[in-house]
Structure formats: C-alpha cells, structure tokens
C-alpha cells in the first residue's frame, strides 16, 4: 500500500518509536531527559517528513494513508499528554507498562502503514 519510495521515512519513524519504548523502561538516572529528546525526535519526524509526503497513489489507498496519518498525530498528541502529567521517573516507568506502551505499540504498527 505504501510507495517504496516512502517507506524509509516510514520505518525511521517506526525505530525511533521503539527507542522511545526502550528508554522509558531504561536506567532512572537518565530517563526523562532521553525520552523527551526522542519524544522531540518522533513528533518532528512525523510533522517535517511523514505528514507533507505526496500519496501519488489511486484514491481509496491515498485515502487510507491520510487516514492513518490522522490517527498517528491523535496518538502522538494522547502520548505527548501522558508525558507532560508525568513528571516523576517513577511514572514514565509505570506508564510504559500502562497507556504510553500501548500507544508507543499502536504507533509503531502505524509505523509500517499498513493495517494494525
């Protein structure tokens, strides 16, 4: 479904959601510093190469994609929610058994731009 021509932006986008998941279960000392960071890296990965990609595709899969591109900001945004109420280690540390790793883990399968 997805352009060959696209899917690197794609899976940069898919590994750097996986380095933010390893970081919120890494080392206390070091963790909220690293998880903004790459929580920085993902959001501007998806706003400056994934959301202005051209889908020069037939309508209903360029409809798709823009659909996933939807849904993939509305979970960065409950993401970046999650991380803004949690300021404690101790929290991200909890929450990424909880609601952030289910939505680091959606956003990863939107990662292959393909059905979840």
């Known amino acids: 479904m997805l352009p060959k021509i696209h899917r690197p932006i794609y899976l940069s986008f898919q590994r750097t959601l996986?380095?933010?998941?390893?970081?919120m279960v890494?080392?206390?000392?070091?963790?909220?510093?690293l998880v903004q960071v790459t929580f920085q890296e993902v959001q501007t990965l998806f706003q400056?190469?994934?959301?202005?990609?051209?889908?020069?595709?037939?309508?209903?899969?360029?409809a798709k994609l823009r659909?996933?591109?939807?849904?993939?900001?509305?979970?960065?945004?409950?993401?970046?929610t999650d991380l803004l109420?949690?300021?404690?280690?101790?929290?991200?540390?909890h929450s990424s058994n909880g609601s952030s790793k289910s939505v680091i883990e959606s956003l990863c399968c939107y990662g292959t731009a393909s059905p979840c």
């Not at 996986?18 to 970081?23: A, E, Y």
């Not at 659909?67 to 970046?80: C, D, G, P, R």
């Not at 949690?86 to 540390?93: P, T």
């Open 85 to 93: 109420f949690c300021r404690q280690h101790v929290c991200l540390l």
């Open 18 to 23: 996986q380095r933010l998941q390893t970081q």
């Open 26 to 33: 890494g080392d206390r000392s070091t963790l909220k510093p």
């Open 48 to 62: 400056e190469q994934m959301l202005p990609l051209n889908f020069e595709m037939d309508t209903a899969n360029a």
């Open 67 to 80: 659909s996933f591109q939807v849904e993939i900001n509305k979970q960065i945004h409950l993401l970046a």
